[in-house]
T-cell receptor, first 116, second 110 residues
Framework: GAVVSQHPSRVICKSGTSVKIECRSLDFQATTMFWYRQFPKQSLMLMATSNEGSKATYEQGVEKDKFLINHASLTLSTLTVTSAHPEDSSFYICSGTRQGFQETQYFGPGTRLLVL | LAKTTQPISMDSYEGQEVNITCSHNNIATNDYITWYQQFPSQGPRFIIQ???TKVTNEVASLFIPADRKSSTLSLPRVSLSDTAVYYCLVGLLQGGKLIFGQGTELSVKP
């Protein structure tokens, strides 16, 4: 149990376009979802925390207008990278916590974004 | 949020037991300690979680001393497939965010 999926697994886009990444909890309801970014050979960096039906809370230094997060249901959160630039190329990972088990995060497989 | 400190890297050989220690001196009363494993280009995978004393599951053991200022992940008889980065995290109960440290890059050699 506690499986999280992400779609797409990898995406290549042109600079200036927007890209949407979906994060789904397949077998549990995720009351809270988190979005991380990871550059090569580095650790995961938390970008934002989202709760179902409310606005996401962004970490310091993360532009909320550039990285739009929508957590419309207990099983789906989306991250939209708007007007993507090459420096946004990274590995984006989401996670979710289950209702009643909020001390454990379950991670998705990640989405590799390459902006040309 | 509690900060964690781990060795940057460790080497081991197949069949050996590997112990990775993590320091978390400012752990809060309601923080759990969780270890994750990450392979390249994959999301982190939950290994084990504990609050105090010892926890064991089918893949690892977690030892936590009484003061909870450190914890040790023990991997019995590692294999080549255990080569990965291991992260120790402490987080708030009730959905608190986790802050990843640098992790420990474990390399298992034949």
């Amino acid at each position: 149990g506690a499986v999280v999926s992400q779609h797409p697994s990898r995406v290549i886009c042109k600079s200036g376009t927007s890209v949407k990444i979906e994060c789904r909890s397949l077998d549990f309801q995720a009351t809270t979802m988190f979005w991380y970014r990871q550059f090569p050979k580095q650790s995961l960096m938390l970008m934002a925390t989202s709760n179902e039906g409310s606005k996401a809370t962004y970490e310091q230094g993360v532009e909320k207008d550039k990285f739009l997060i929508n957590h419309a249901s207990l099983t789906l959160s989306t991250l939209t990278v708007t007007s993507a630039h090459p420096e946004d190329s990274s590995f984006y990972i989401c996670s979710g916590t289950r209702q009643g088990f909020q001390e454990t995060q379950y991670f998705g497989p990640g989405t590799r974004l390459l902006v040309l | 949020l509690a900060k964690t400190t781990q060795p940057i890297s460790m080497d081991s050989y197949e069949g050996q037991e590997v112990n990775i220690t993590c320091s978390h001196n400012n752990i809060a009363t309601n923080d759990y300690i969780t270890w994750y494993q990450q392979f390249p280009s994959q999301g982190p995978r939950f290994i084990i979680q504990g609050y105090k004393t010892k926890v064991t599951n089918e893949v690892a053991s977690l030892f936590i001393p009484a003061d909870r200022k450190s914890s040790t992940l023990s991997l019995p008889r590692v294999s080549l497939s255990d080569t990965a980065v291991y992260y120790c995290l402490v987080g708030l109960l009730q959905g608190g965010k986790l802050i990843f440290g640098q992790g420990t890059e474990l390399s298992v050699k034949p």
